[in-house]
C-alpha cells in the first residue's frame, strides 16, 4: 500500500487527511499548497526542510508511492541522475 495514510502511519503522525490532487506529470500533491507529496514525506523521512536543490528520487514502485522507503534525497539533480538513473542501481 502506498498513500499519504500509510506514510502518516510510519511516521507517526497523528496528522489530519489532507487533501490532494495529482498533478500534470502524474505526483501527488497538497491541495493547500501545491507543494509535492514525497518532498514532505522526505523532510518527515530525513527530520529537516529540504534544501534549495536537493531532489527527492522515487524509487522502484514509481511516482505516486511515497513511502518512505521508496525515497531517496539527493544533493542535486547531477548527483540524482548519476546514481539513481544508471544501468546499475548500487544504492538500492
Known sequence: M????????ELGGNIK?????LNKNGYRC??????????????KKIGRRLKS?????RGFRGKRCNDSDNLWVFKNQSQHMKKAHTKKKSWF
Not at 502506498?2 to 502511519?9: F, I, M, R, S, W
Not at 487527511?17 to 490532487?21: C, G, L, Q, S
Not at 536543490?53 to 528520487?57: D, R, S
Open 2 to 9: 502506498c498513500g499519504v495514510k500509510k506514510l502518516a502511519q
Open 30 to 43: 497538497f491541495s493547500n499548497s501545491g507543494k509535492q507529496v514525497s518532498r514532505w514525506a522526505a523532510e
Open 53 to 57: 536543490g536537493e531532489v527527492v528520487h
Open 17 to 21: 487527511m489532507a487533501k490532494t490532487y
